[in-house]
Every structure is written in C-alpha cells, then in structure tokens.
C-alpha cells in the first residue's frame, strides 16, 4: 500500500512538473535539472556543486551609490562546476529598477537555453529559502522596488568561429607568413653568397622555393621550363616557360624581409619624408600618448568601473585629468590632423618639383596611391586580427553587449577598405577607432586641388581656403546649437549624437588639416623667416601657451550640456579646435626658425625618433590590448590614480613591443615596394 502511494505521488509529480514546464514553456530537462539544483540548495547539508553554483550567482557590493550596480558572481566557478547530470552554465540577466539598469550574474544548468533562462527569471523560479536568488536593490538606495528584466544572456563556453572570422585569421597568417618566408629565402641567399657560389646558383634555393625549375638567364628574366600536358588544340606537347623578372623578384625579396625592414626603426635621425621638422617626431609621440592614456581610461569607464559616479566627480573637478578623459575631447587628435595637412602639402610640393613644377593628373593619382599603400596594410591587417580575436576569445561578463554594436564588420567592413567608414552611423563602424583613418584621408585627397588654386592664382586661393575653414566652422557650430550638443567630456560620452553627427564627420572636422596644409606651404615655400626679433617670438609663445590653456579652461565652465539653443557652447565648438590647430602651427613654426629655445630641444630629442617610426602602429594596435584586458575581465575595475596611471603603463608597454613587430612585418614592406616591383 506505501509502495502504490510513493509511485502515485511520483507520478503526480511527474506530470505536474511536465505540466508547469508546458505552462513556463521550459524544456523538461532544464525544468528538472533546475528544480535538481534547487532542491539540494534548500537541503540542511548541500552537495558541493549546489554550493558552488549557489555562490556563483551575483551579489550586491559595497558602493552602490557611487555605482557599484552591477552584480556579475563567479564565470568560472560556475563553469568548473558539474552536477549529476549537468553542468553550470554562466548568464546575464540584464535588469531596470526606476532609472537604474544593472546585470546579475547566475548560474544554471547548461540544459537550459536562454529562452529557458528567460521563462524561469520572469516566473521567480530560481529561490532559495522562498527568497528570489535575483533579489531587487533595497528600497533604500533605490526609491522604485519593482524589476523590469531587459534581456537575459548566456556566455557561451565553446568557440565557433564563423566562416568571415576563419578567413580573416587566414588573412592575418598570410599577411605575415610573406615577409617571414621573405626573410629566409634573403638569408639563404645571403649565406650562399658569403661562400662565393656563382650568380646563377644563388638564386637555385629562390627557384626551389617557388617551385619553378629553371635557370636565372642572361637577359635579366628569371625563366623555368616544363612540359605542358597534350594540347586540345594540336594535340602536341610545347615548352611552356614561366618567367618572372629577376628585378622584381629581388625587389620583393627586398622589400618584405626583415633584413631591409628592420633596419632603421630604431635610428635617432629625423624620420620625417626630406628630413627637418624634427620638432613633429616630439609633438606627434606625445600626441599618441595622449589618446592611449585617454583610451586606458575611458574604455573601462564605458561598462565595468564599479564606482563610476566617484570618477566622473574626479575627474569634473580639475583640468588635471585632461590627459586622461577630462576636459575637450582628444585635441591630441586636432594635432595628428594637423601634421597630416602640413606633411601632405610638403609631400605634394616635393612631388611637383621633382616633376618638373607640373601637377599632372598623374601625379595626383600616384599621390594618393601611396597613402592608400602607407595606411591600408596595415588597417586591414588589424581589422582582420580584431574580427579573429573576437570570435576566439572568451569573453567576459562585462564586455559582451559591446562587442556587436562597437564591432559590425560583417555588414560594414567594405567601408574601411573604401576608407569611409566615418559616413556609416557610428554604431555601424567596423573597427571603430578606425574611422580617423577615413577621415584623414578624405582630409588627404583635398590637398591637391588646394594646391591648384595655390598654383594658380593666391587670391583665389585664399578666398577658396578661407571659405573651407569658414564653411567647417559654421558647420560645427550649427551642428552643436541645433543638437544641444556637449562640448565636455565625460558628458560627450553619453551623448550619442555628438559622435553621430559632430566628432567623426569630414565637414566638422576639416579645419585642423586645412590649417595644416597652409603651414605646410608656407614653410615649404618660404623666402625669409616669419620671426625676425626676438619680442615677436616671445609675444608669440604668450598668445599660444595662453590660448591653449584657456581652450582647456572653457571647456570646464561650460561642462554642463545645454538643456536648449546655447550660444556659448556653439562658438566653442566651431572655433576651439582650428585654434588648437593654430597653436601647434606657431609651435611648429617657432621651433623651425630657431626660436623654440628649450621646448625645441624637447621636442627634437632622439628620444622621440623611434616612437615616431611606429607611432601608427601604435595607434591601431593600443585599442585591441585595451579590449583584451577589459573584456576578459571577471570582475569590475576600481577606479584610483595608480590603479589607471598602471593600467596605461602596462597597455603602452604591450602596444609598443607588438607595434614595431607589425611594423616591420605588415606596414613598412608595402611602403618599400615599388611600383615597378608590383
């Protein structure tokens, strides 16, 4: 009779728990396995896994008030952890209590799906003790009690890379298997030739390598000769010969290897294209320094600083954090703007003169041509190594709801080929701090349609120029007063039209570059110094040290962003970033007619020249590291001065190391090959 009982209740029970996984549509075994789970939590002497998982969940910290919301529990711990007939399995329940919205971390069994997840989160399925295991913030440090649930998340465990991600590593394998097997086939050569061996072996270990047996000939073609299968056509066998010429096979051998590469990237001489302007290496190292410590603080602040309310106080307070993320935004870039248009010019100018003082259409096109081979080997080299690691990493709790919004190449990567990626709504750029590169180089193509005017008539010029900078001006002013936009950062953060629609855009941006090509002309064209006394120069450095300090001080009285049409904001939008521009010019121009006294020694050290040599490297590569540290982490990142100033030590470190790999390997065979070599 006891027996028939016990199979009646097992039975009911059955049914009941298949008729409530019908009614909560979840699948049967992720409703036993939690209701497993569940059950041994509640007994007086849990199983070990029960444990485990039970304090894998998230749990309120100290600091909510100053923004430690984010409950994210233990990834690992729940993953190591394997029940009797499941394992743990880490997600995310995303959560909006009043104006708050926060995550908590979970752990459940790997049998439910995320629309299982979902189903027991919206029930209260998951209780210990009948107490939610997702309880809401109390009432005392949030006045609204009751959770909306967003969205829920599962972190996968496994990795399944996608045929795009797999083809983008082999692009990255190849990118640099070229200029490694580049290398050994000059060693060998090399070697060989140490030991005398005649011309025409040196090249048999080149021949062998590539697969073609033949002879080096002497009319300068390096030639091999096989026999084709029968013709369809006279069904006869014919020598067929392959021939590749000797010239262009050494110029890509020379090209590619590192014994040509490496050479010269620590050198201390001046790395600018026709030497002097030494003062730029200083001025552009420091510029990069400037963005990377920028980015070091602001891509944690983005998602997973767990007193972020105390670092937005911070850094408010005091032009000090204007380094970091503090103040206007990234002048540093204004400055890289502006050494692009001065060094553009110059390199134009160069090109025309060797031409024989004409600017042919040619000219213009070879021009262009060989920015678009300095910049994109290297851009699409990173893009690709970005999009690999993306798929092969395993993320962590904070970084996943970034990844599809700050990463959409799949629909969007022909943007940065066609380096216009700074067109595409932001969220929609592959690679994001990538869209400089587009801008730059839509910055790039009007320079020799400005030299023209500049050949042809200086009134036209001038009125032509003036009209640039006006028309930039005015756009960005307009821009700002009709959106209400903020000109101070951090608030320019949370504001996503100030991105769309003002910082990354060619018609706001252009005035820093167009202020450059002018420098750029008039210190290339100059008869006689500018500065002629010493007075002019000192008045000089008074008006540009003070502008630049009062730049940097407006922007913290006008911190507040306009609640409606604000004047103020609108004038220091259009304006402070051509003035920027034009304080770095008279630095420029200062240290070049020897009067930039001690700064000039400063800027021009040796010091600098290296640094210069992979500073672009350096930029596409310092995001990456940052992405890596961010995204893996399990838990949040404490704001302090030390614990940020450590973390841009380390990232420089890193993304100086693997810049001058890339450099030698990726960026500089493409600008050592020659035209003819191609």
Same mark, same amino acid.
């Given at each position: 009779?006891?027996?028939?009982?016990?199979?009646?209740?097992?039975?009911?029970?059955?049914?009941?728990?298949?008729?409530?996984?019908?009614?909560?549509?979840?699948?049967?075994?992720?409703?036993?396995?939690?209701?497993?789970?569940?059950?041994?939590?509640?007994?007086?002497?849990?199983?070990?896994?029960?444990?485990?998982?039970?304090?894998?969940?998230?749990?309120?910290?100290?600091?909510?008030?100053?923004?430690?919301?984010?409950?994210?529990?233990?990834?690992?711990?729940?993953?190591?952890?394997?029940?009797?007939?499941?394992?743990?399995?880490?997600?995310?329940?995303?959560?909006?209590?009043?104006?708050?919205?926060?995550?908590?971390?979970?752990?459940?069994?790997?049998?439910?799906?995320?629309?299982?997840?979902?189903?027991?989160?919206?029930?209260?399925?998951?209780?210990?003790?009948?107490?939610?295991?997702?309880?809401?913030?109390?009432?005392?440090?949030?006045?609204?009690?009751?959770?909306?649930?967003?969205?829920?998340?599962?972190?996968?465990?496994?990795?399944?890379?996608?045929?795009?991600?797999?083809?983008?590593?082999?692009?990255?394998?190849?990118?640099?298997?070229?200029?490694?097997?580049?290398?050994?086939?000059?060693?060998?050569?090399?070697?060989?030739?140490?030991?005398?061996?005649?011309?025409?072996?040196?090249?048999?270990?080149?021949?062998?390598?590539?697969?073609?047996?033949?002879?080096?000939?002497?009319?300068?073609?390096?030639?091999?000769?096989?026999?084709?299968?029968?013709?369809?056509?006279?069904?006869?066998?014919?020598?067929?010969?392959?021939?590749?010429?000797?010239?262009?096979?050494?110029?890509?051998?020379?090209?590619?290897?590192?014994?040509?590469?490496?050479?010269?990237?620590?050198?201390?001489?001046?790395?600018?294209?026709?030497?002097?302007?030494?003062?730029?290496?200083?001025?552009?190292?420091?510029?990069?320094?400037?963005?990377?410590?920028?980015?070091?603080?602001?891509?944690?602040?983005?998602?997973?600083?767990?007193?972020?309310?105390?670092?937005?106080?911070?850094?408010?307070?005091?032009?000090?954090?204007? =380094?970091?993320?503090?103040?206007? +935004?990234?002048? @540093? /870039?204004? *400055?890289? #703007? $502006?050494?692009?248009?001065?060094?553009?010019?110059?390199?134009?100018?160069?090109?025309?003169?060797?031409?024989?003082?004409?600017?042919?259409?040619?000219?213009?096109?070879?021009?262009?041509?060989?920015?678009?081979?300095?910049?994109?080997?290297?851009?699409?080299?990173?893009?690709?190594?970005?999009?690999?690691?993306?798929?092969?990493?395993?993320?962590?709790?904070?970084?996943?709801?970034?990844?599809?919004?700050?990463?959409?190449?799949?629909?969007?990567?022909?943007?940065?080929?066609?380096?216009?990626?700074?067109?595409?709504?932001?969220?929609?750029?592959?690679?994001?701090?990538?869209?400089?590169?587009?801008?730059?180089?839509?910055?790039?193509?009007?320079?020799?349609?400005?030299?023209?005017?500049?050949?042809?008539?200086?009134?036209?010029?001038?009125?032509?120029?003036?009209? =640039?900078?006006?028309?930039?001006? +005015?756009?960005? @002013? /307009?821009? *700002?007063? #009709? $959106?209400?936009?903020?000109?101070?950062?951090?608030?320019?953060?949370?504001?996503?039209?100030?991105?769309?629609?003002?910082?990354?855009?060619?018609?706001?941006?252009?005035?820093?570059?167009?202020?450059?090509?002018?420098?750029?002309?008039?210190?290339?064209?100059?008869?006689?110094?500018?500065?002629?006394?010493?007075?002019?120069?000192?008045?000089?450095?008074?008006?540009?040290?003070?502008?630049?300090?009062?730049?940097?001080?407006?922007?913290?009285?006008?911190?507040?962003?306009?609640?409606?049409?604000?004047?103020?904001?609108?004038?220091?939008?259009?304006?402070?970033?051509?003035?920027?521009?034009?304080?770095?010019?008279?630095?420029?121009?200062?240290?070049?007619?020897?009067?930039?006294?001690?700064?000039?020694?400063?800027?021009?050290?040796?010091?600098?020249?290296?640094?210069?040599?992979?500073?672009?490297?350096?930029?596409?590569?310092?995001?990456?590291?940052?992405? $890596?540290?961010?995204?893996?982490?399990?838990?949040?990142?404490?704001?302090?001065?030390?614990?940020?100033?450590?973390?841009?030590?380390?990232?420089?470190?890193?993304?100086?190391?693997?810049?001058?790999?890339?450099?030698?390997?990726?960026?500089?065979?493409?600008?050592?090959?020659?035209?003819?070599?191609?």
């Amino acid at each position: 009779m006891a027996l028939g009982w016990v199979v009646f209740l097992l039975l009911v029970g059955g049914s009941e728990a298949l008729e409530s996984s019908q009614v909560f549509n979840v699948s049967q075994r992720c409703m036993n396995d939690t209701n497993t789970f569940l059950w041994e939590i509640n007994q007086d002497k849990p199983k070990e896994y029960a444990v485990l998982m039970y304090d894998a969940f998230g749990k309120m910290g100290s600091n909510v008030e100053g923004g430690n919301i984010n409950q994210p529990g233990l990834l690992q711990q729940c993953r190591s952890t394997v029940g009797p007939s499941f394992s743990g399995q880490y997600c995310q329940v995303f959560l909006k209590q009043g104006a708050v919205q926060y995550f908590i971390g979970i752990c459940v069994p790997d049998s439910c799906e995320e629309q299982d997840v979902r189903t027991l989160v919206q029930y209260s399925r998951l209780q210990f003790n009948q107490m939610s295991l997702i309880p809401p913030l109390p009432p005392i440090l949030i006045n609204q009690s009751t959770q909306e649930m967003i969205m829920t998340h599962c972190l996968s465990d496994t990795i399944h890379p996608h045929a795009s991600e797999v083809a983008c590593l082999f692009v990255c394998c190849v990118m640099i298997a070229i200029p490694l097997a580049a290398t050994l086939f000059t060693s060998i050569m090399r070697s060989e030739h140490s030991g005398a061996v005649s011309p025409t072996l040196e090249f048999s270990h080149l021949n062998s390598g590539l697969n073609i047996y033949g002879t080096l000939k002497t009319n300068g073609s390096f030639c091999s000769e096989k026999t084709s299968s029968t013709l369809e056509e006279n069904n006869s066998t014919s020598p067929v010969q392959l021939c590749i010429s000797q010239s262009c096979v050494n110029g890509c051998l020379q090209a590619f290897s590192l014994q040509t590469t490496s050479q010269g990237i620590f050198s201390s001489s001046s790395s600018i294209p026709g030497g002097g302007y030494s003062s730029l290496n200083g001025i552009r190292v420091l510029s990069l320094l400037w963005i990377i410590c920028g980015h070091s603080a602001q891509f944690p602040v983005i998602n997973n600083l767990d007193n972020y309310k105390i670092w937005k106080k911070t850094v408010e307070s005091s032009p000090v954090y204007v =380094l970091t993320i503090s103040g206007p +935004v990234f002048l @540093a /870039v204004d *400055t890289f #703007l $502006l050494l692009g248009g001065l060094l553009s010019a110059r390199s134009l100018l160069s090109s025309i003169d060797k031409a024989e003082d004409k600017l042919s259409t040619s000219l213009v096109v070879n021009y262009l041509l060989k920015r678009i081979k300095r910049v994109q080997p290297l851009h699409l080299f990173i893009m690709c190594l970005t999009i690999s690691l993306i798929s092969l990493v395993q993320w962590g709790p904070y970084w996943f709801p970034f990844i599809d919004t700050m990463m959409d190449c799949k629909a969007y990567w022909w943007a940065n080929v066609l380096l216009i990626s700074n067109l595409l709504p932001v969220h929609e750029i592959c690679i994001p701090w990538t869209w400089y590169l587009s801008l730059d180089f839509q910055c790039y193509t009007t320079t020799p349609l400005l030299i023209y005017f500049y050949r042809l008539n200086r009134s036209i010029f001038a009125v032509v120029a003036g009209g =640039l900078l006006l028309t930039t001006t +005015v756009a960005s @002013a /307009v821009i *700002t007063a #009709l $959106l209400q936009l903020p000109v101070f950062q951090p608030s320019t953060m949370t504001s996503e039209n100030y991105v769309l629609y003002y910082y990354v855009k060619p018609y706001t941006r252009y005035g820093p570059f167009l202020i450059g090509i002018l420098t750029g002309i008039y210190l290339t064209t100059k008869k006689t110094q500018l500065l002629k006394q010493k007075t002019h120069a000192a008045i000089g450095w008074f008006c540009c040290l003070s502008l630049m300090a009062v730049l940097v001080g407006v922007a913290y009285v006008l911190r507040e962003t306009p609640a409606y049409l604000s004047l103020p904001h609108a004038l220091y939008q259009g304006l402070h970033r051509p003035l920027w521009a034009l304080a770095v010019s008279w630095i420029i121009l200062a240290c070049e007619e020897g009067y930039g006294g001690f700064i000039k020694k400063f800027l021009s050290l040796s010091f600098w020249v290296p640094l210069s040599n992979i500073s672009f490297a350096c930029y596409l590569v310092h995001p990456v590291f940052i992405i $890596l540290y961010n995204g893996l982490q399990e838990t949040p990142i404490h704001y302090t001065d030390i614990n940020f100033m450590y973390l841009f030590f380390g990232h420089l470190v890193l993304t100086v190391v693997v810049s001058y790999v890339l450099t030698v390997l990726v960026e500089k065979p493409y600008m050592l090959l020659k035209q003819s070599s191609i």
